[in-house]
C-alpha cells in the first residue's frame, strides 16, 4: 500500500511513524521495524530536504516531526490517518500507538 502512495514501502511506514509519535529520531524507528539504521537516516534526511520533515537537536539526538510549514502537510496528514485504517489491529498496538503512562523504574525491557 505505502509503495504505491510514496514510492516506497519505508518511506511511508517512517513518515506513519513520525505521524503517530509525533516526533522520533533514525534509531528509535531502526529498532522498531528492523530496518537498518543508515536506510532510516537516509529516507529522513531527504524527507526533510524536500521540506516534508523537519529536525531539531534535543541535547546530542535529532528528533524529526513533520513540518507543519509544508504546503502539503494537511493533505499529508490525512493520507497518513486514512493509512493507518488499514494497518492490521497487532501492528497498530506494537508499532504506532503511543505508551500512555511511563514505565515502572526497574522494570525490564521486553
Do not use: C, W
Not at 7 to 26: D, M, N
Not at 54 to 67: A, I, P
Amino acid at each position: 500500500m505505502f509503495k504505491a502512495i510514496f514510492g516506497s514501502e519505508k518511506k511511508g511506514r517512517i513518515l506513519l511513524f513520525i505521524y503517530t509519535h509525533g516526533e522520533s529520531y533514525p534509531t528509535e524507528i531502526a529498532r522498531a521495524f528492523g530496518y537498518h539504521l543508515n536506510t532510516v537516516q537516509n529516507q529522513m534526511l531527504n524527507l526533510e530536504k524536500d521540506g516534508i520533515l523537519y529536525s531539531r537537536l534535543k541535547g546530542r539526538v535529532r528528533l524529526f516531526g513533520t513540518n507543519p510549514r509544508s504546503p502539503f502537510n494537511r493533505e499529508l496528514s490525512a493520507l497518513l490517518e486514512k493509512a493507518l485504517e488499514f494497518i492490521p489491529d497487532q501492528e497498530k498496538r506494537d508499532i504506532f500507538l503511543i505508551r500512555r503512562r511511563p514505565r515502572v523504574t526497574g522494570k525490564p525491557m521486553a
